[in-house]
């Protein structure tokens, strides 16, 4: 049974304007092991890509299970980690061990997008 079901889609040169203005974002948006990947690219938009990928995806990771971000839950509660085959999953222990999270994120040029599909 699906339980919720949320999306996000993010301009990528917004989320830019916004590290420029505010550099700790990322430290508020990403964990500490999600950061150390973050670091690892050379190319600056393809970092920039993966954040808004990230972003987008914790976004509708929350819209999924209608909370959003806020009290209850925060982005530093959501890892967005990858399989051994390169697709994206959430970790998050606010997840019973009977739900199951579907993931899928997308890129291009401008925007990153994310849909999240929780059953249970």
Known sequence: MIIGIGIDIV???RLVLAVKEQPRLIN???TS???VIY???TNEHRRMEWLAGRFAAKEAFAKALNTGIGSDLSFQDIMITNQE???PQIDCS???QKQQVHLSISHEKHYAVAQVL???
Do not use: A, H, M, P
């Open 118 to 120: 929780i059953e249970g």
């Open 39 to 41: 670091q690892g690219f």
């Open 94 to 96: 606010k997840l019973t």
């Open 11 to 13: 301009e990528i040169e």
């Open 85 to 87: 085959n390169g697709q």
């Open 28 to 30: 508020r948006i990403l």
């Open 33 to 35: 092991d999600e950061i």
